[in-house]
């Protein structure tokens, strides 16, 4: 089977002028044809998510007006305006709204769902999308609406602001990219207002982002994020986070969303594989965003030197949100709209530049956790997970059923570069189920088409192994397909496992059940709700590679390696050397320094092809 929303990396979408006008051509046919005598543009099937999507539509039509003076299109720009200002616009409170602080305020919002009282705790993001849209309606419009429109739209833009920021909870999902938004939202429509007001509005979104956003940032690998439904990233949301941030620049030239933008551009492109796969989020952990995160990947893949467009996203949304039968919907139509006024070119090399949470090179690529522990592994094609086993998640050593890898003291890293060859030394201090305190030093060694991982612990004693990953998905065209085995290789005897037992808290990677699905199950609140995170984090146990200690090794150790990717007979040889732990393989030559480090502590490592 293939997974569902992951498909093309997001850079192969051609961004010439030729090829957006293309896309807006298309609109502007299916729009017209759908076009209702009072103005509606909403696509038939529409349900949730609806507050925003006609008006949306209408400003596509309006850029689209802006750039080929189509003479079909200024009537169906009032008409659709008109009927977003008397039919989708909302000032009595939805019976069962939670959040707000003020009632019945008169203030106009959107309705996530039309109907009174139906799942009303979507009005907030809704509103948010509105006021987008209709800040987005006033820049594109110019000379298309009545005077009468104008003004009524920006009564309504600050009618939906006042809402936003005043009668309600600000960010009562504490969703990151929902009030990165709102702020965008404020900014944009501040240019459209009088001085005096202007700066008010402009001041409100700046504090709101400075004070409710900024100061809420949850650190995760190093890196301080905008929340997202309660956790520091979530890989579908994340990146759309991203375009609000390149807008907020975009519209105010305020440093603070440059730098913010690129501290999270560098996670993103940190913790995503070299093609273009992530997975993991407390809100989705594999329904990836699509046009939404263009402009962000976009924007700050220039501005970082980095490759972001290399993200997977979901091409049924390549251009614009769509329904089941492919028809346009306007739910984020604004995301199109930047995107096509911004010419930034995608940057399409990999940063050069060493990431203590990765180590890429060619078509391998490690993301590490912020314990400095793998937490996907791309090599040949194929993408492995940490497997799971008695609760307990990672890569490293097993013995009598402890995994250690989490470490319990400073985690250092050493990273080298030597011909075709890129390493990382990742020394951490562990402890036994019995408070024993080790050492472990992970090798990973790549020369763009494999990789070696070799791991050095002291003598463990028993029965140990080395728990080498979950086999998850691999390359298939435009596409990832889900796989339960992979090419991998040990110096020691090697084994693919899976769980014995069948049920909810264990999963089996030759079963059709994709990991987000089984870790909503294991989430505490319904699917869409849940953290998937945490629901997976209560996995018991996983199909594993089981890898058991390399032969010919010194006395006082157990060592550990294998190799993911094609290749001849392993067979490493490993020998105590004056500066510390030799490891030949058929590639390359490495000497492991003793854990204690140099003067300073610091790995050290040396390596030669």
Same mark, same amino acid.
């Given at each position: ?152 739209? /920006? ?33 944009? /429509? ?252 992970? /090798? ?42 992979? *090419? ?23 079963? *059709? ?97």
């Amino acid at each position: 089977m293939r997974l569902p929303r992951q498909h093309g990396r997001l850079h192969d979408l051609p961004s010439d002028p030729a090829a957006y006008d293309t896309v807006l051509a298309s609109v502007t046919e299916e729009a017209l044809a759908r076009i209702t005598p009072e103005g509606n543009l909403e696509h038939p099937d529409a349900h949730d998510d609806i507050g925003d999507t006609s008006l949306g539509i209408t400003s596509l039509l309006a850029l689209a007006w802006q750039r080929t003076r189509d003479p079909r299109l200024p009537e169906a720009v009032r008409r659709s305006t008109e009927f977003h200002l008397r039919q989708r616009v909302y000032s009595e409170d939805n019976p069962g709204y939670p959040n707000l602080r003020v009632r019945d305020s008169g203030l106009a919002y959107a309705r996530y769902v039309r109907e009174d009282g139906v799942h009303p705790i979507g009005d907030w993001p809704s509103t948010v999308w509105a006021l987008l849209q209709t800040v987005n309606v006033l820049d594109t419009a110019e000379g298309l609406l009545t005077g009468e429109q104008r003004v009524e739209l /920006l009564e309504l833009a600050c009618g939906y602001w006042r809402w936003l920021t005043g009668a309600t909870f600000f960010n009562p999902q504490e969703a990151g990219n929902q009030a990165i938004g709102c702020v965008v939202g404020g900014l944009m /429509l501040a240019r459209h207002l009088q001085p005096a007001e202007a700066g008010t509005v402009r001041a409100r979104a700046m504090s709101l982002y400075l004070d409710e956003i900024r100061a809420h940032r949850v650190r995760d690998r190093g890196a301080l994020l905008p929340p997202e439904h309660r956790g520091a990233y979530d890989n579908n949301y994340g990146p759309i986070s991203l375009s609000f941030l390149a807008q907020a620049h975009r519209v105010s030239g305020e440093e603070v969303f440059a730098e913010d933008g690129e501290a999270l551009a560098r996670y993103l492109d940190a913790r995503l594989t070299g093609g273009g796969f992530d997975i993991g989020g407390p809100r989705y952990s594999e329904q990836h965003s699509a046009f939404e995160s263009v402009l962000g990947l976009r924007y700050f893949g220039h501005r970082v030197g980095a490759d972001l467009g290399r993200y997977r996203g979901d091409t049924r949304w390549a251009r614009h949100a769509v329904q089941a039968d492919g028809g346009i919907d306007g739910h984020f139509a604004f995301m199109l709209v930047w995107q096509i006024q911004d010419t930034t070119p995608w940057h399409r090399t990999p940063s050069p530049e060493p990431a203590r949470h990765q180590l890429r090179a060619g078509s391998v690529s490690v993301a590490f956790d912020d314990r400095l522990t793998p937490s996907l592994i791309e090599a040949a094609g194929s993408y492995l997970l940490p497997a799971a086993v008695n609760r307990q998640h990672g890569f490293g050593p097993v013995t009598d059923g402890f995994l250690m890898c989490r470490p319990m003291g400073e985690v250092r890293v050493r990273d080298l570069r030597t011909g075709t060859l890129s390493a990382k030394l990742v020394t951490k201090p562990v402890v036994t189920r019995d408070h024993v305190l080790r050492h472990v030093q992970s /090798l990973y060694v790549t020369d763009g088409t494999r990789l070696w991982m070799t791991v050095a612990v002291e003598r463990l004693g028993g029965t140990p192994y080395l728990l080498a990953g979950l086999p998850y998905a691999a390359d298939d065209g435009d596409h990832l397909r889900r796989i339960a085995e992979a *090419e991998v290789t040990s110096a020691g005897p090697l084994r693919l496992t899976h769980p014995p037992t069948q049920g909810p808290d264990f999963f089996d990677a030759r079963s *059709e059940t994709t990991q987000e699905q089984a870790a909503f199950v294991l989430a505490a609140d319904p699917r869409g709700y849940g953290n998937p995170d945490e629901g997976w984090s209560h996995l018991v146990a996983s199909t594993a590679f089981e890898a058991d200690p390399a032969p010919g090794t010194p006395d006082d150790l157990d060592v550990f390696a294998v190799r993911y990717g094609p290749g001849d007979t392993f067979a490493p040889v490993f020998e105590r050397v004056l500066d510390g732990l030799a490891v030949r393989t058929e590639a390359f030559t490495a000497v492991i320094g003793d854990p204690a480090g140099d003067a300073r502590g610091e790995p050290v490592l040396t390596l030669r092809g």
